[in-house]
């Protein structure tokens, strides 16, 4: 009986030694052979098209931009490629917008090889695989809808907030400045200052102090 060929994968991620251990993790089993590697979104993309892979892994945060927003044109230019979000984030509001923007699964960065393996599987089957963790926050959005924020404002908001504004959202309540943030992100000043801009527009809080207070209580800060 002959083996089916193995599974086509294209690891997206900007640390080197993170795609070189999930190369290692994969190739170790032949049932998987890795296609090629990218470091920025546009890499990504641009190997996508070449290689059409069967499944991408794909990081949320990327220089050249957030995975979110690399996923949507992943799907248009490669749309035969099945997308595996594989992130150190696990809270609600990455998850919900990975599943909007058409990712099939996601995963936490610690999961184990063998959980990798089978999610890379599962997913290449057409079907979807998620965390546990992962699985229960789209539970609680499918069930329950908009939870209390502070000040009873309904915890929606956050859920408004692209995975940027949230990463700019911490940074402010952890005390950065426009610049220090900028830096850590690889963006703009200019850019942080929009997306500081928009944060405040959408949670109608207009201070530090009390952007600060909503992400304590969001859970996004210790």
Do not use: W
């Not at 909007?100 to 997913?123: C, F, M, N, W």
């Not at 959005?141 to 404002?153: K, L, M, N, Y």
């Amino acid at each position: 009986m002959t083996a089916p060929p193995p599974i086509r994968v294209l690891i997206a991620d900007d640390h080197s030694v993170v795609r070189q251990g999930i190369r290692h993790v994969l190739e170790g089993d032949p049932g998987f052979t890795v296609v090629g590697e990218a470091g920025t979104g546009a890499e990504a993309l641009s190997l996508a098209q070449r290689e059409r892979p069967d499944v991408v892994l794909l990081d949320l945060t990327m220089p050249d931009g957030t995975g979110i927003h690399v996923l949507p044109r992943l799907r248009e230019q490669a749309p035969e490629s099945r997308v595996l979000v594989l992130s150190v984030h696990d809270e609600r509001e990455y998850v919900i917008e990975s599943v909007r923007a058409g990712a099939h699964g996601y995963l936490r960065k610690d999961s184990t090889p063998a959980e990798i393996r089978q999610a890379v599987r599962a997913v290449r089957a057409g079907d979807s695989y998620f965390s546990p963790v992962v699985a229960r926050h789209l539970t609680a959005a499918v069930r329950g809808g908009p939870e209390a924020g502070p000040g009873g404002a309904p915890a929606a908001a956050a859920s408004e907030l692209t995975a940027r504004e949230r990463e700019v959202l911490v940074r402010v309540a952890r005390g950065c400045t426009n610049k220090e943030t900028a830096a850590e992100l690889g963006i703009s000043v200019r850019t942080v200052e929009t997306h500081r801009d928009n944060l405040m527009k959408k949670l109608k809080i207009h201070t530090v102090a009390g952007l600060t207070k909503f992400a304590l209580e969001q859970g996004l800060i210790p």
